[in-house]
């Protein structure tokens, strides 16, 4: 897609080989992903994408934030530049708007100059909320870690769900500490089913955010993706019955009771 003099090339984070064929046309400045994606949280294999990329002289950017910082580091994996949306796991409380870069001090002064002519500034406020979180990070992280795999195990075994998104295996076993506290799952019905599981839930807000001390849930065919089309829904992989669920701090039986009881009002 051109924009300006730049263009964007999409390919699937699973296919190396793809990437590869784009590098080698030569005119690649960055690779920019998330990792973990959202809300499938697929991880992306941050060291091959940066020994690929740095081979052709391309710069690898790695949007952090669903890991957090406590369960992946992409700098020491050979990411260059590493984003966070500070208002998720950092903060943590769910009250403040904020987003950091990570990397080294000559790409990040050149980012600086940039950001005094174009980018805001956060309030003392917001900066002194933003520190308190940072207090307890890792054990709100550790504990939403614990929730979301032993959810995501009693899930898979459900009979009213049909696919659990958990990053337990494969890459992320070898290059993250922790999965996250975030799953995803396609429920065993329809659209209105899907909706009547949300609408069950009692503990978790519906909401699009994550990172959280209060759990939250939300719909992606009917709220992130909402205004979308079929096929632009189907091309992301967004079926009608998935659910996202970002896991707080609450205890794991009042979540899992709670979940259990909203599965059987679909």
Known sequence: MPAGDFWTTFVDLDDMEALQSVLDQGNVTMFYADSLTNPHLKCVDVRRVAELCHQRGALVCIDSTLASPINQKP????????????????????????????????????????????????SPNTAYMIIRGLKTMALRVEAQNRTALRMARLLERHPKVERVNYPWHGVARRQMTGAGGVISFEVASDMRGAMRFVDALELPFIATSLGGCESLVQQPAIMSYWGKSDAEKAENGIKDNLVRFSFGIEKFEDLKDDILQALEKI
């Open 75 to 122: 700098l020491t994996l050979g990411a260059d530049v590493v984003l966070h949306s500070i208002t998720k796991y950092i903060a943590g409380h769910h009250d403040v708007i904020a987003g950091c870069v990570s990397g080294s001090e000559e790409l990040i002064s050149r980012i600086r100059v940039w950001h005094h002519d174009l980018g805001g500034a956060i």
